[in-house]
């Protein structure tokens, strides 16, 4: 296949979107780890059943259906709003259609809350603000039985036959949940949007860590890169390279992998290939699920497979025409809404906030990139050079120009930031809040009702 066809596909996919005036509109996902409380595995006929009481009680229309006839997406067409499960029915996710106000999403979010917490309540079952289940060990830890979540959890367990270097957690996807946010960017402004943020890692990493697992304050990072995902580096994490135009976000694009597309309604998945070689390829060798066992299958590749192009960066340039900001994990349900405010602040101040990251002399001075002062900042650690008060001063200058730019947009939203405030006086997060008070004595139990508080 032609590279210019690879990249004028990949230009009219993800480039043409962001050619028009971008709006104010923010995209909020959140993703819940739903826990029975009694110690014992989530019982997926509860979940059934309050599926199919939101979708009643709020009028949904059933968009997708699993291969038993469950529902694991829920749509509400005059406003776009979805109730939906992630990868398993142990993650509740809620996500929400073209909205301008966070306060109008905060709204509709404590609405359906409620009603899912009062469901869930009698079955003593709760949904919990946390990145991690907190009692993944007592889960059924199997994917939705489907296509797409069949494939994604044979192609993670698959992990086995490449080299060495991978975690041993090829279910994560069935335990992590996280807070996303997707905003507008114009094709002009997202060299500096991207390289801007990816700086921001760090700081964010202090404050919005909350996925504890095996000694990391945010686990996430460390689930995806070491997992099958992570075997193309372009793939997952940061940006290892400044973009500077059009053309370079093109060339990023085109060196990420694919391991997956559908041919006649079945998913196939192979060895993740590059784009450019994927489509160079006469033929690719992979495997679909054909009812009964996996079965291989060689097929030749198209430039609609482009369609099934999936990345997880930190900052991820979507077909929307958004950037959708991936790194930060589930929070405490009370302050849910930090993580939008905090983004959509900012994306507006981004040559600001540059700037002031540019002319930092607290976390860069030594020659630590933001990926590798996160990896310690995940860990709950802080590099002997680094003067915590002179830390919070910078991540107070940050979250003030994150309050002016919401000030900027005129809805009213600030108020959503204070708790960040607060976790920057004590420089914790809430997985940091969370390891001390298990490591004194207080009981996790404490902390799943604690972070479920509306």
């Not at 050619?19 to 979940?47: H, M, S, W």
């Not at 004590?426 to 139990?445: N, R, T, W």
Request: proline share 4%; hydrophobic share 35%.
């Amino acid at each position: 296949m032609d590279r210019n066809e690879i990249r004028k596909a990949i230009y009219q996919k993800y480039i043409v979107p962001t050619q028009r005036k971008p709006n104010d509109f923010v995209g909020a996902e959140f993703e819940l780890p739903i826990v029975n409380l009694n110690k014992k595995a989530v019982d997926f006929e509860v979940i059934h059943s309050l599926a199919e009481a939101f979708v009643e009680h709020f009028d949904f229309d059933k968009t997708m259906l699993d291969d038993e006839g469950n529902i694991y997406s829920a749509l509400k067409s005059e406003n776009g709003d979805d109730l939906s499960f992630d990868c398993s029915y142990n993650t509740l996710e809620l996500s929400f259609g073209k909205i301008s106000d966070l306060n109008e999403i905060y709204t509709r979010f404590k609405e359906y809350y409620a009603f899912i917490q009062g469901f869930l309540t009698p079955y003593n079952h709760t949904l919990t603000g946390m990145g991690i289940n907190p009692y993944r060990e007592y889960n059924n830890n199997t994917p939705i039985p489907n296509e797409r979540y069949r494939m994604l959890f044979h192609h993670l367990s698959s992990y086995k036959k490449y080299s060495e270097g991978f975690h041993q957690y090829p279910e994560f996807g069935l335990f992590s949940a996280a807070n996303q946010v997707q905003l507008d960017v114009e094709e002009k402004n997202i060299p500096n949007v991207i390289n801007t943020f990816n700086k921001l890692e760090a700081i964010k990493s202090i404050i919005f860590a909350n996925s504890p697992l095996d000694g990391m304050l945010c686990s996430r990072d460390f689930l995806w890169k070491k997992s099958l995902h992570g075997l193309n580096p372009r793939n997952v994490d940061g940006y290892d390279l400044e973009l500077t135009d059009t053309e370079s976000i093109i060339s990023y694009i085109e060196g990420m992998s694919l391991y997956c597309i559908m041919r006649d309604g079945k998913y196939i998945n192979f060895t993740p290939t590059p784009l450019d070689k994927y489509f160079e390829s006469e033929s690719i060798t992979g495997e679909f699920w054909n009812g009964c066992e996996y079965e291989s299958i060689t097929f030749k590749p198209n430039i609609e497979d482009l369609e099934y192009l999936r990345s997880f960066k930190f900052e991820d340039l979507t077909f929307r025409g958004t950037v959708e900001f991936r790194s930060v994990c589930t929070q405490p349900v009370s302050e849910i809404m930090t993580s939008p405010a905090f983004h959509a602040g900012l994306v507006n101040k981004v040559d600001e906030l540059k700037q002031i990251l540019d002319n930092d002399n607290v976390i860069f001075i030594k020659g630590l990139n933001s990926e590798e002062l996160r990896e310690q900042f995940n860990r709950g650690v802080f590099p002997d050079f680094i003067d915590e008060e002179k830390l919070k001063t910078l991540i107070y200058q940050i979250l003030d120009l994150a309050a002016n730019g919401l000030k900027d947009r005129g809805y009213n939203e600030e108020h959503f930031l204070v708790p960040l405030y607060h976790r920057t006086n004590h420089l914790f997060s809430p997985a940091k809040q969370l390891a001390d008070g298990v490591c004194s004595g207080v009981p996790i139990e404490y902390y799943i009702k604690e972070y479920a508080k509306l």
